[in-house]
């Protein structure tokens, strides 16, 4: 499931639901080719999976929610970028080519959140 991240209150919405289960958060810029191309595998990669929950920010359309998530973590501010949250906290991130179905699916796998394939 995807859900846009518009303000800081979807972001303690997201954060809370991190205390049960491991959430991504990915970071997108629409300037940005290598942040499109990296988006649509990210996108993909979710509908084909279930039992994620992901939050998405456009870093150019949102750059204060977006400059909110690096401080509150302390993680450099990079996109495309996607985080991996658990009880509040960034257990995994990567960004750009870094980013692809079996990175994420790996993370979730380590902290708790297998990437179930649809059928």
């Not at 303000?7 to 080719?33: A, G, M, N, W, Y």
């Not at 279930?50 to 996109?79: M, P, W």
């Not at 985080?83 to 750009?96: E, F, P, T, Y």
């Given at each position: 499931m ?9 972001l ?11 959430v ?8 940005c ?5 990296a988006?649509e ?50 257990v995994?991130h ?16 380590a ?9």
């Amino acid at each position: 499931m995807i859900v846009d991240l518009l303000e800081e209150r979807d972001l303690e919405q997201l954060l809370d639901q991190s205390k049960t289960d491991p959430v991504l958060i990915f970071k997108h810029s629409t300037q940005c080719s290598i942040s499109t191309q990296a988006y649509e595998e990210f996108v993909e990669f979710l509908a084909s999976t279930s039992g994620v929950i992901c939050g998405t920010v456009l870093v150019v359309e949102n750059r204060t929610l977006s400059k909110a998530i690096a401080e509150r973590f302390g993680v450099r501010h990079e996109s495309p970028q996607a985080l991996l949250i658990k009880d509040g906290r960034v257990v995994w991130h990567a960004s750009h080519w870094s980013i692809t179905p079996d990175t994420v699916g790996e993370a979730l796998l380590a902290y708790g959140q297998p990437a179930n394939k649809r059928n």
